[in-house]
């Protein structure tokens, strides 16, 4: 049981928006920022968004990232093939004193 | 080019030992906490440890707390996971990862290397 939440599932048609969200708590997302990954398969995770909403260099501006209370969410608009992957969120989390990710998502594109 | 290579996985018994060494290029080393992340094979994402930048402070997820020990040689550029008293939940892939300068984001990780713990 992850102490970040994420459905384990999401799917879309290209060309589709896909949103992901993540929930987690007062001593997580509340009061620290979220990062996002995606992982293709056999790869490394890969950097997607990170401080709740910000792009690295290189990451095409379909992805977007948004955070409010103790919940985030990542978007994907004009869904391509290439988008098929497993999506990780993770915070900061205070309680614990270390990091926390989100079970994952692993998203179809059909 | 930042680069980020683990090495010294492998399989182990139960109850072993084994240390990971990942071996950092292209930054200034010195200058950033480290992480490692593991990934137990078909699962998620599992954060194990990170290192402060001189050493001074560490942190660890409750399930490996006093057997596993992170450290770094900032002269070498070198950041290190010591695994004792190893178990089967501990069979994963291992990344070294690189956090951000002001927070917890990720930019930069290795390529992974597997640790399997079996007798």
């Known amino acids: 049981q992850s102490v970040l939440t994420q459905p384990p599932s999401a799917s879309g048609t290209p060309g589709q928006r896909v949103t992901i969200s993540c929930s987690g708590s007062r001593s997580n997302i509340a009061i620290n920022t979220v990062n996002w990954y995606q992982q293709l398969p056999g790869t490394a995770p890969k950097l997607l968004i990170y401080?709740?909403?910000q792009r690295p260099s290189g990451v095409p501006d379909r992805f977007s990232g948004s955070k409010s209370g103790t919940s985030a969410s990542l978007a994907i608009s004009g869904l391509q093939s290439e988008d098929e992957a497993d999506y990780y969120c993770?915070?900061?989390?205070?309680?614990?004193?270390?990091?926390?990710f989100g079970g994952g998502t692993k998203l179809t594109v059909l | 080019e930042v680069q980020l290579v683990e090495s010294g996985g492998g399989l182990v018994q139960p109850g072993g030992s084994l240390r990971l060494s990942c071996a950092a290029s292209?930054?200034?080393?010195?200058?950033?906490?480290m992480s490692w992340v593991r990934q137990a094979p078909g699962k998620g994402l599992e954060w194990v440890a990170n290192?402060?930048?001189?050493?001074?402070?560490?942190h660890y997820v409750d399930s490996v707390k006093g057997r596993f020990t992170i450290s770094r040689d900032n002269a070498k550029n070198s950041l290190y996971l010591q695994m004792d008293s190893l178990r089967a939940e501990d069979t994963a892939v291992y990344y070294c990862?690189?956090?951000?300068?002001?927070?917890?984001?990720?930019?930069?990780w290795g390529q992974g290397i597997l640790v399997t713990v079996s007798s």
């Open positions: 990862a690189r956090d951000g300068f002001n927070g917890w984001d990720k930019h930069y």
């Open positions: 993770a915070a900061w989390d205070d309680s614990l004193n270390g990091e926390v």
């Open positions: 292209g930054f200034t080393f010195n200058i950033y906490w």
């Open positions: 401080s709740n909403n």
């Open positions: 290192i402060k930048q001189d050493g001074s402070e560490k």
